[in-house]
């Protein structure tokens, strides 16, 4: 019975099935329709280029979305001044629909604008002459033969899309060139390829070059790549139908000649033959070409609307959507007539078992040792089905036969089974997806559940999800983002969505909270994010909110100090200072960190509001102190208003320690304003940012020693202090005279090792060896003799003291003979 | 021949440690951290054949560790051609991508803000990746401005980063200041995940034991993580030992006294790598001598000037084996082991010259000559390692390196001798000889050391005297660097018993008792006045002369008895002293762990070099094996000058 429906084409057996009995209103004469691929919807609209008698009913164009099955999703009024230049399905369901003035609009199933953009001024200007989509992409041809690419739409919703050139035409065509697109995901450069037929020779163009394939050619009127990426079919103007490979190594094309005069419309079936439609109000004629000499005619009684799939054709007119696709061979094996297979014998067999017939069990026997492929075909066979009926026998016929078979792994028939399950679901045609077996597994059961949720099918994505054991968090997540756009009241609606995804452990709520918020609904936001279980992406909705305070309690108990910042910067920007503050003093961790954070960024303000809310006198002062030392020390004024604020503030503290701290600001200021004086009355010289010390070392530097004894006694400079200044600054001058004058004034406070010291820094023995003598101690001062090499003196010194071992010390430093000797008989000397 | 083996022998000796030796390979480790990065500039889709120019902006901090893992030859291979800073900031006509890689610290978000605005007519793409990862508060500024849709965002943790075959640092500059002076945990996960990466790579730990609030974090965030860690047979990582840097900070602030310690004092390591000397260079010229007399006029050369020239040295830890043997010792016998290394290879030489002498066969003479560039490379590193030993003399042997030594170690000796009077007495003399320093104006931060370790040993009894020195330190230093001894106060390194700062870390003398901290006078006063073979001995294992850190003594106690260290009662009650958290955490794993399982100690707030040497001593001591087969990690290599400079 099944094979009655087959069509033998050469060597293959195809099939024309009825999958759906449509049930719109489209009228296909005077309609465009597009369909996407993997059983995707079916996009209608007017076309604008059929003269069609004006009358009520199609008064005004619309843009109508139905699914494969007929039934209408969605449908939208469409402004008529806006130009189509092409439309078109990408993946995951959405509609590209290209205008004349090089905008892009994309929308989903349901009619909604999901983003646009625009493909360039110089486009536009331009003008487009032809425009084609391909999965995530389009390519455009103007009017100044100058092609333009979009690599990826999807990077236009992450805004990171582009509008690339390129190369060149090699030559300018005579007429209207035509092309095909080989995506990025077969051609050998992984980025979008184009065929292209000029002036009778065949391109190969990609993004940065251009090569010719194939010259000498009849020119090419239609051209299309088949799904696999290997295949492309060319119609040329002498009505003849070539099949070349899209390497380039075609040698021997295979090629059918039509002698047609008009081009048809080109589709692959798959990637097995190419289907040739003739759109003739007369006589639609629908032409089959496979490999060889093999071919199919069939005739129309109405206009038709083609699909290509990856494993055959779907056919779809006013009133039927069928699919056209090669028969598999284990279908054949079962159904054809007369077939002896070991499958068909088990599929009898089964027959013969329901109607209690004993030839089934002969039937079995005969078949023993290819059971088990019988059951693998069995199986398989039922998965290429579309009748549930059919389904359901081949696989009673496949559980039947594994009855009999020991150690047969069922995972292949409980997989089947599972699957056929999900695809009748979706097959039926409330739901209107007829996707097959095969392209069931290409796209995997994932992008199936998207789709599904696209549709807002979710409690069929939730069943589906919970039969096949996999996760359901984005069906739930995606319904009640849905569900809460609707208008049930927030209390309830509340309850009914924590109560469904209470139950899924782990469920995110920030997003369904955030497109509560989005959808006006405050309080339910706040509601739902009392059960996101990450403070992480509990924090930033409840930011967005306005929720601070909550926001900061949750940002402390995560203890993850970087949400504390964000809160707080948060609301910095957008609460009163007061309430800021208010709301940040009430929590300890929280106001910690906002100190850190405005030290970090030097917020002196908000840090002496800090500190005087919370009455802390030093901090107060230091953060004074700072601020007059952030200043340029020359904003003398300035810095003073600041020392003194902070001096006020430390005297308020009970610490003793401030105390001592406002004392040394008091000096600071003084410093400050004699150096101001003294850069007035000693002109060329900065004395401004430092300090005491150095201010007298650059007075006696600069010859002024009565000057530096006023800013000694200002400051109470001890003597030790003083005079290491002086010493240091005389010796720097060379003012030898001086420092001697100096060091006879009174007894060193320092001793007179400091005397010796730069004197040698200066690299003057002469002078040191005059301090030398008055140093006190035995020790440093034999050091200093070794120093600069007078160890003659040295020994002596040591000898006097009768210090044997001071006198070794010595003569392990002396490179001098002689002196060596007399050390050694010093040596001798206090040895007897 | 026998002089052939006698050479290989004497060779032998010369290193012991290197005989037999396993060491911890950290090349996978590298190679992971290389392509994570690389995998992030892969998937920015920069056309390698296109003619764009890609410019990677780099943070000047982590310069130095990126440095240490990628090479500009790498860079070149993935179109990243220029290399800049931000403080350099500037765009050619060539440019069409911009990769900035920083830690996001709010002055850099800031610059890059600035940028992205200045250059908004140009058609450039934005790249950032974020070490460890971009924080809610840089990219709330970023979104705040508007710039979140011109900045493709990654992340990227640079982790442990290997400095030697048994040390790992994370170059975290700023850590001590945020986590323990601010009382900011933010960075704590990042430690905890680079712990759960280097376990995924090597295999995970048995025991997780610790001491310190921070090091307590860190290890809740190692448990909460630890099922990421795939089944590994044989793991190379058995305990696991957190120290707080607050548990004792003195090590830090005193002089390192190792090789490797005294050029970080002194000259600086930059990232292990490389040192920087500055010699003296004379000027020489052709002048013309006028002499007093009718004689004829002559030129003589002289000396016209002295201009001081930078050379950069190679100081590679990896591939310098005499400086692997060296780096660890005291500083005082390191010219004893230059002057064997070198009497080993003039020997090797000799040996050369007799063979050759000798006209060997065609074979015998190609292996000697086999053996020439070996020789020279070892001479090499031999003239390196004596002009940076002749550079430190120059230092080490000055009357105040001595004094800062004599004053550091009697300030711990009195720790050790509870004696109230003496203590007094201490505190005046040094605190008389910081004042001398001040009044010299000797360098800022050696005065600030030795005042933050008076401050945390003996402490300070004579206010009047304490506010004298901070008068002192005003009048020569400046008044701006109040804000340093305000931060140093903050920090608890500074200030008086009377100080309610809730950072206080002084130690008791009970501590120095309970752990032997410092060694037995009579035999450091006997070590001062004689030289002998037991005290050459004795200076193997103290790399701060007379003084043990506290952290060595507590890793030495605790790894000693293998099944009941850590969980002695005794050792519990000695660090009781200490008031911070104690634990010890037992993890469930099913690897095996052998005497090839090292453990691994992570100093949580920085580690001085010589600090990581005491450590090392242990293992010479004890043996391979024993629990003392040590690698190191830490949040920074660090000394004392610069930890007081990042607070």
Same mark, same amino acid.
């Given at each position: 019975?099944?094979?009655?429906?087959?069509?033998?084409?050469?060597?293959?057996?195809?099939?024309?099935?009825?999958?759906?009995?449509?049930?719109?209103?489209?009228?296909?004469?005077?309609?465009?329709?597009?369909?996407?691929?993997?059983?995707?919807?079916?996009?209608?609209?007017?076309?604008?280029?059929?003269?069609?008698?004006?009358?009520?009913?199609?008064?005004?164009?619309?843009?109508?979305?139905?699914?494969?099955?007929?039934?209408?999703?969605?449908?939208?009024?469409?402004?008529?001044?806006?130009?189509?230049?092409?439309?078109?399905?990408?993946?995951?369901?959405?509609?590209?629909?290209?205008?004349?003035?090089?905008?892009?609009?994309?929308?989903?199933?349901?009619?909604?604008?999901?983003?646009?953009?625009?493909?360039?001024?110089?486009?536009?200007?331009?003008?487009?002459?032809?425009?084609?989509?391909?999965?995530?992409?389009?390519?455009?041809?103007?009017?100044?033969?100058?092609?333009?690419?979009?690599?990826?739409?999807?990077?236009?919703?992450?805004?990171?899309?582009?509008?690339?050139?390129?190369?060149?035409?090699?030559?300018?065509?005579?007429?209207?060139?035509?092309?095909?697109?080989?995506?990025?995901?077969?051609?050998?450069?992984?980025?979008?390829?184009?065929?292209?037929?000029?002036?009778?020779?065949?391109?190969?163009?990609?993004?940065?070059?251009?090569?010719?394939?194939?010259?000498?050619?009849?020119?090419?009127?239609?051209?299309?790549?088949?799904?696999?990426?290997?295949?492309?079919?060319?119609?040329?103007?002498?009505?003849?139908?070539?099949?070349?490979?899209?390497?380039?190594?075609?040698?021997?094309?295979?090629?059918?000649?039509?002698?047609?005069?008009?081009?048809?419309?080109?589709?692959?079936?798959?990637?097995?033959?190419?289907?040739?439609?003739?759109?003739?109000?007369?006589?639609?004629?629908?032409?089959?070409?496979?490999?060889?000499?093999?071919?199919?005619?069939?005739?129309?009684?109405?206009?038709?609307?083609?699909?290509?799939?990856?494993?055959?054709?779907?056919?779809?007119?006013?009133?039927?959507?069928?699919?056209?696709?090669?028969?598999?061979?284990?279908?054949?094996?079962?159904?054809?007539?007369?077939?002896?297979?070991?499958?068909?014998?088990?599929?009898?067999?089964?027959?013969?078992?329901?109607?209690?017939?004993?030839?089934?069990?002969?039937?079995?026997?005969?078949?023993?040792?290819?059971?088990?492929?019988?059951?693998?075909?069995?199986?398989?066979?039922?998965?290429?089905?579309?009748?549930?009926?059919?389904?359901?026998?081949?696989?009673?016929?496949?559980?039947?036969?594994?009855?009999?078979?020991?150690?047969?792994?069922?995972?292949?028939?409980?997989?089947?089974?599972?699957?056929?399950?999900?695809?009748?679901?979706?097959?039926?045609?409330?739901?209107?997806?007829?996707?097959?077996?095969?392209?069931?597994?290409?796209?995997?059961?994932?992008?199936?559940?998207?789709?599904?949720?696209?549709?807002?099918?979710?409690?069929?994505?939730?069943?589906?999800?919970?039969?096949?054991?996999?996760?359901?968090?984005?069906?739930?997540?995606?319904?009640?983002?849905?569900?809460?756009?609707?208008?049930?009241?927030?209390?309830?609606?509340?309850?009914?969505?924590?109560?469904?995804?209470?139950?899924?452990?782990?469920?995110?709520?920030?997003?369904?909270?955030?497109?509560?918020?989005?959808?006006?609904?405050?309080?339910?936001?706040?509601?739902?994010?009392?059960?996101?279980?990450?403070?992480?992406?509990?924090?930033?909705?409840?930011?967005?909110?306005?929720?601070?305070?909550?926001?900061?309690?949750?940002?402390?108990?995560?203890?993850?100090?970087?949400?504390?910042?964000?809160?707080?910067?948060?609301?910095?920007?957008?609460?009163?200072?007061?309430?800021?503050?208010?709301?940040?003093?009430?929590?300890?961790?929280?106001?910690?960190?906002?100190?850190?954070?405005?030290?970090?960024?030097?917020?002196?303000?908000?840090?002496?509001?800090?500190?005087?809310?919370?009455?802390?006198?030093?901090?107060?002062?230091?953060?004074?102190?700072?601020?007059?030392?952030?200043?340029?020390?020359?904003?003398?004024?300035?810095?003073?208003?600041?020392?003194?604020?902070?001096?006020?503030?430390?005297?308020?503290?009970?610490?003793?320690?401030?105390?001592?701290?406002?004392?040394?600001?008091?000096?600071?200021?003084?410093?400050?304003?004699?150096?101001?004086?003294?850069?007035?009355?000693?002109?060329?010289?900065?004395?401004?940012?430092?300090?005491?010390?150095?201010?007298?070392?650059?007075?006696?530097?600069?010859?002024?020693?009565?000057?530096?004894?006023?800013?000694?006694?200002?400051?109470?400079?001890?003597?030790?202090?003083?005079?290491?200044?002086?010493?240091?600054?005389?010796?720097?001058?060379?003012?030898?005279?001086?420092?001697?004058?100096?060091?006879?004034?009174?007894?060193?406070?320092?001793?007179?090792?400091?005397?010796?010291?730069?004197?040698?820094?200066?690299?003057?023995?002469?002078?040191?060896?005059?301090?030398?003598?008055?140093?006190?101690?035995?020790?440093?001062?034999?050091?200093?003799?070794?120093?600069?090499?007078?160890?003659?003196?040295?020994?002596?010194?040591?000898?006097?003291?009768?210090?044997?071992?001071?006198?070794?010390?010595?003569?392990?430093?002396?490179?001098?003979?002689?002196?060596?000797?007399?050390?050694?008989?010093?040596?001798?000397?206090?040895?007897? | 021949?026998?002089?052939?083996?006698?050479?290989?022998?004497?060779?032998?000796?010369?290193?012991?440690?290197?005989?037999?030796?396993?060491?911890?390979?950290?090349?996978?480790?590298?190679?992971?951290?290389?392509?994570?990065?690389? @995998? %992030? #500039?892969?998937?920015?889709?920069?056309? $390698?054949? !296109?003619?764009?120019?890609?410019?990677?902006? /780099?943070?000047? +901090?982590?310069?130095?560790?990126?440095?240490?893992?990628?090479?500009?030859?790498?860079?070149?291979?993935?179109?990243?051609?220029?290399?800049?800073?931000?403080?350099?900031?500037?765009?050619?006509?060539?440019?069409? @991508? %911009? #990769?900035?890689?920083?830690?996001?610290? $709010?002055? !850099?978000?800031?610059?890059?803000?600035?940028? /992205?605005?200045? +250059?908004?007519?140009?058609?450039?793409?934005?790249?950032?990746?974020?070490?460890?990862?971009?924080?809610?508060?840089?990219?709330?500024?970023?979104?705040?401005?508007?710039?979140?849709?011109?900045?493709?965002?990654? @992340?990227?943790?640079?982790?442990?980063?290997?400095?030697?075959?048994?040390?790992?640092?994370?170059?975290?500059?700023?850590?001590?200041?945020?986590?323990?002076?601010?009382?900011?945990?933010?960075?704590?996960?990042?430690?905890?995940?680079?712990?759960?990466?280097?376990?995924?790579?090597?295999?995970?730990?048995?025991?997780?034991?610790?001491?310190? @609030?921070?090091?307590?974090?860190?290890?809740?965030?190692?448990?909460?993580?630890?099922?990421?860690?795939?089944?590994?047979?044989?793991?190379?990582?058995?305990?696991?030992?957190?120290?707080?840097?607050?548990?004792?900070?003195?090590?830090?602030?005193?002089?390192?006294?190792?090789?490797?310690?005294?050029?970080?004092?002194?000259?600086?390591?930059?990232?292990?790598?490389?040192?920087?000397?500055?010699?003296?260079?004379?000027?020489?010229?052709?002048?013309?001598?006028?002499?007093?007399?009718?004689?004829?006029?002559?030129?003589?050369?002289?000396?016209?000037?002295?201009?001081?020239?930078?050379?950069?040295?190679?100081?590679?830890?990896?591939?310098?084996?005499?400086?692997?043997?060296?780096?660890?010792?005291?500083?005082?016998?390191?010219?004893?082991?230059?002057?064997?290394?070198?009497?080993?290879?003039?020997?090797?030489?000799?040996?050369?010259?007799?063979?050759?002498?000798?006209?060997?066969?065609?074979?015998?003479?190609?292996?000697?000559?086999?053996?020439?560039?070996?020789?020279?490379?070892?001479?090499?590193?031999?003239?390196?390692?004596?002009?940076?030993?002749?550079?430190?003399?120059?230092?080490?042997?000055?009357?105040?390196?001595?004094?800062?030594?004599?004053?550091?170690?009697?300030?711990?000796?009195?720790?050790?001798?509870?004696?109230?009077?003496?203590?007094?007495?201490?505190?005046?003399?040094?605190?008389?000889?910081?004042?001398?320093?001040?009044?010299?104006?000797?360098?800022?931060?050696?005065?600030?050391?030795?005042?933050?370790?008076?401050?945390?040993?003996?402490?300070?009894?004579?206010?009047?005297?304490?506010?004298?020195?901070?008068?002192?330190?005003?009048?020569?230093?400046?008044?701006?660097?109040?804000?340093?001894?305000?931060?140093?106060?903050?920090?608890?390194?500074?200030?008086?018993?009377?100080?309610?700062?809730?950072?206080?870390?002084?130690?008791?003398?009970?501590?120095?008792?309970?752990?032997?901290?410092?060694?037995?006078?009579?035999?450091?006063?006997?070590?001062?006045?004689?030289?002998?073979?037991?005290?050459?001995?004795?200076?193997?294992?103290?790399?701060?002369?007379?003084?043990?850190?506290?952290?060595?003594?507590?890793?030495?106690?605790?790894?000693?008895?293998?099944?009941?260290?850590?969980?002695?009662?005794?050792?519990?009650?000695?660090?009781?002293?200490?008031?911070?958290?104690?634990?010890?955490?037992?993890?469930?794993?099913?690897?095996?762990?052998?005497?090839?399982?090292?453990?691994?100690?992570?100093?949580?707030?920085?580690?001085?070099?010589?600090?990581?040497?005491?450590?090392?001593?242990?293992?010479?001591?004890?043996?391979?094996?024993?629990?003392?087969?040590?690698?190191?990690?830490?949040?920074?290599?660090?000394?004392?000058?610069?930890?007081?400079?990042?607070?």
């Amino acid at each position: 019975m099944i094979a009655a429906q087959w069509k033998i084409i050469g060597n293959s057996t195809y099939i024309k099935k009825e999958i759906y009995s449509m049930s719109w209103d489209v009228d296909l004469k005077q309609q465009v329709s597009v369909g996407s691929p993997f059983a995707g919807p079916i996009a209608v609209m007017r076309d604008s280029s059929k003269f069609v008698e004006m009358n009520s009913q199609n008064m005004k164009p619309y843009l109508k979305i139905f699914t494969a099955s007929g039934d209408l999703i969605s449908q939208m009024i469409w402004d008529s001044s806006k130009n189509i230049v092409a439309m078109d399905w990408i993946e995951k369901e959405r509609l590209v629909i290209v205008l004349q003035n090089a905008t892009v609009l994309i929308f989903n199933v349901f009619c909604e604008q999901m983003t646009q953009f625009s493909l360039g001024d110089i486009v536009r200007e331009e003008e487009i002459l032809e425009c084609k989509i391909w999965s995530d992409g389009i390519v455009v041809l103007t009017s100044a033969s100058q092609l333009y690419s979009v690599p990826s739409i999807n990077d236009f919703f992450v805004e990171s899309g582009r509008v690339i050139r390129l190369p060149p035409l090699p030559e300018e065509p005579k007429a209207r060139p035509e092309w095909a697109i080989l995506e990025p995901q077969f051609s050998l450069s992984q980025s979008i390829e184009i065929f292209m037929s000029i002036n009778g020779t065949l391109y190969l163009i990609d993004e940065d070059k251009v090569e010719s394939q194939l010259e000498a050619t009849e020119p090419i009127q239609k051209m299309v790549v088949s799904p696999c990426g290997k295949k492309l079919a060319c119609f040329d103007t002498k009505g003849t139908l070539l099949i070349l490979k899209t390497d380039g190594s075609t040698t021997n094309p295979d090629r059918m000649d039509t002698k047609a005069t008009k081009s048809p419309v080109l589709k692959w079936c798959g990637s097995d033959g190419v289907m040739m439609y003739w759109d003739s109000i007369k006589d639609p004629i629908l032409f089959y070409f496979s490999k060889g000499d093999s071919w199919a005619k069939f005739t129309l009684d109405q206009p038709v609307s083609l699909v290509t799939e990856i494993d055959g054709l779907r056919i779809i007119s006013d009133t039927t959507s069928e699919f056209f696709h090669k028969v598999s061979d284990v279908t054949i094996d079962i159904f054809k007539i007369g077939t002896t297979s070991p499958a068909s014998i088990l599929y009898d067999a089964t027959d013969h078992f329901i109607s209690k017939s004993p030839q089934a069990d002969e039937s079995i026997r005969s078949i023993n040792d290819q059971l088990e492929d019988a059951v693998n075909d069995c199986i398989l066979a039922a998965g290429f089905e579309f009748n549930g009926g059919e389904q359901s026998k081949l696989l009673k016929a496949a559980s039947f036969g594994k009855c009999f078979l020991e150690n047969y792994n069922p995972s292949q028939f409980v997989t089947m089974c599972r699957s056929l399950r999900v695809l009748n679901a979706v097959r039926h045609h409330e739901i209107g997806i007829p996707l097959s077996i095969k392209q069931y597994y290409h796209i995997g059961i994932e992008e199936l559940i998207d789709r599904l949720i696209s549709r807002r099918k979710h409690l069929l994505a939730w069943r589906i999800c919970d039969y096949l054991k996999i996760k359901s968090d984005v069906v739930l997540n995606h319904w009640a983002c849905t569900k809460v756009r609707t208008d049930i009241p927030d209390q309830e609606l509340g309850k009914i969505i924590i109560k469904k995804l209470e139950s899924v452990p782990g469920i995110s709520f920030a997003n369904i909270a955030s497109a509560a918020y989005l959808a006006g609904r405050s309080k339910l936001a706040t509601k739902l994010l009392e059960y996101e279980p990450k403070a992480a992406e509990q924090v930033p909705p409840l930011i967005k909110m306005g929720e601070s305070g909550l926001a900061l309690n949750k940002a402390i108990e995560s203890g993850d100090t970087d949400l504390v910042y964000l809160v707080l910067l948060a609301m910095q920007r957008s609460l009163p200072l007061a309430d800021f503050l208010e709301l940040t003093f009430s929590k300890v961790v929280a106001l910690d960190l906002l100190i850190s954070m405005c030290k970090q960024k030097n917020d002196f303000p908000l840090l002496r509001e800090i500190y005087h809310i919370k009455d802390q006198s030093k901090e107060m002062g230091n953060i004074y102190l700072q601020e007059a030392l952030s200043s340029h020390p020359s904003q003398l004024d300035q810095r003073i208003k600041a020392y003194n604020k902070s001096i006020e503030h430390y005297h308020h503290s009970k610490d003793k320690d401030d105390q001592a701290t406002s004392k040394f600001i008091d000096d600071q200021i003084k410093l400050e304003m004699l150096q101001k004086e003294l850069e007035t009355n000693l002109q060329d010289e900065s004395f401004v940012g430092i300090s005491i010390n150095d201010t007298i070392y650059k007075l006696i530097t600069m010859n002024q020693p009565k000057k530096a004894q006023s800013i000694r006694s200002e400051f109470k400079v001890p003597d030790k202090r003083f005079w290491w200044i002086k010493i240091k600054a005389l010796s720097i001058m060379n003012d030898w005279e001086e420092l001697m004058k100096f060091s006879k004034e009174k007894k060193s406070p320092i001793g007179y090792e400091p005397f010796v010291e730069v004197c040698l820094d200066q690299k003057n023995q002469i002078e040191a060896l005059k301090y030398i003598p008055k140093i006190t101690d035995i020790l440093p001062k034999i050091q200093f003799y070794i120093q600069i090499g007078y160890f003659r003196e040295a020994a002596d010194i040591a000898f006097k003291e009768k210090n044997f071992d001071l006198l070794n010390l010595i003569s392990r430093k002396c490179t001098n003979n002689e002196i060596l000797n007399i050390i050694e008989q010093m040596k001798s000397q206090i040895r007897r | 021949m026998n002089k052939n083996n006698k050479s290989f022998n004497n060779e032998e000796s010369v290193s012991p440690e290197l005989t037999g030796s396993v060491m911890f390979d950290s090349t996978d480790w590298i190679k992971l951290k290389t392509l994570q990065l690389f @995998s %992030i #500039i892969d998937s920015f889709k920069i056309s $390698l054949f !296109l003619d764009e120019q890609v410019t990677l902006v /780099i943070d000047r +901090q982590i310069s130095g560790p990126f440095s240490l893992i990628f090479t500009l030859q790498q860079l070149n291979e993935r179109g990243i051609h220029n290399l800049t800073y931000f403080e350099d900031l500037k765009v050619t006509d060539k440019t069409k @991508s %911009i #990769i900035f890689l920083c830690r996001p610290r $709010l002055e !850099l978000i800031q610059k890059i803000s600035q940028f /992205i605005q200045q +250059q908004k007519q140009n058609s450039l793409k934005y790249h950032l990746i974020a070490i460890p990862n971009l924080d809610a508060s840089s990219n709330y500024l970023l979104e705040s401005e508007g710039l979140l849709d011109y900045l493709k965002i990654e @992340s990227y943790d640079f982790g442990f980063i290997p400095y030697d075959n048994d040390l790992f640092s994370m170059e975290i500059g700023d850590f001590y200041s945020r986590c323990f002076v601010e009382n900011d945990n933010y960075q704590l996960n990042s430690i905890g995940k680079s712990f759960i990466k280097l376990q995924q790579l090597y295999g995970p730990f048995k025991t997780i034991v610790g001491k310190g @609030s921070k090091s307590l974090i860190i290890s809740e965030h190692i448990q909460q993580l630890q099922t990421l860690i795939p089944p590994i047979e044989q793991s190379k990582l058995k305990t696991l030992i957190l120290i707080d840097r607050t548990v004792d900070l003195i090590p830090l602030l005193c002089t390192q006294q190792t090789y490797q310690g005294l050029i970080d004092e002194e000259i600086k390591i930059s990232n292990s790598q490389s040192i920087i000397i500055e010699k003296d260079i004379e000027i020489r010229e052709q002048v013309l001598v006028s002499p007093p007399t009718q004689e004829p006029k002559k030129f003589e050369e002289r000396v016209v000037r002295i201009e001081k020239e930078k050379k950069k040295l190679p100081l590679s830890p990896f591939s310098d084996l005499f400086y692997q043997q060296v780096k660890d010792l005291s500083f005082s016998s390191v010219p004893t082991m230059l002057y064997l290394n070198a009497q080993s290879i003039s020997n090797g030489m000799n040996e050369l010259k007799k063979s050759n002498s000798q006209l060997l066969s065609l074979p015998e003479i190609k292996k000697l000559l086999s053996k020439i560039p070996d020789v020279n490379k070892k001479q090499q590193l031999l003239e390196l390692h004596t002009e940076i030993v002749q550079e430190l003399l120059k230092r080490v042997n000055s009357d105040d390196f001595h004094q800062k030594i004599s004053i550091e170690f009697e300030m711990l000796f009195q720790m050790s001798n509870n004696f109230i009077g003496s203590n007094g007495n201490t505190a005046s003399s040094v605190l008389d000889f910081i004042e001398n320093l001040i009044i010299r104006k000797k360098p800022m931060y050696q005065v600030l050391r030795l005042l933050s370790i008076c401050c945390l040993t003996v402490g300070i009894k004579d206010q009047k005297q304490y506010e004298n020195i901070l008068k002192s330190f005003i009048h020569v230093y400046g008044i701006q660097e109040m804000t340093t001894l305000m931060r140093l106060e903050k920090a608890g390194l500074l200030g008086n018993n009377n100080n309610n700062n809730n950072l206080k870390f002084k130690l008791s003398s009970q501590l120095f008792k309970n752990f032997n901290l410092i060694i037995d006078n009579n035999e450091n006063s006997s070590s001062s006045g004689k030289e002998n073979d037991n005290d050459k001995l004795k200076e193997y294992d103290q790399v701060y002369q007379g003084y043990i850190p506290l952290i060595t003594r507590i890793i030495e106690e605790g790894q000693k008895n293998k099944q009941q260290g850590w969980f002695n009662k005794s050792l519990e009650s000695k660090l009781n002293c200490i008031d911070q958290p104690f634990f010890i955490k037992e993890l469930q794993t099913t690897s095996n762990y052998d005497i090839n399982s090292f453990t691994m100690v992570m100093f949580v707030g920085g580690v001085s070099f010589a600090e990581i040497s005491s450590l090392r001593t242990l293992k010479k001591k004890y043996g391979r094996g024993s629990g003392y087969d040590f690698i190191f990690g830490t949040t920074s290599l660090i000394n004392g000058d610069n930890f007081l400079k990042n607070l």
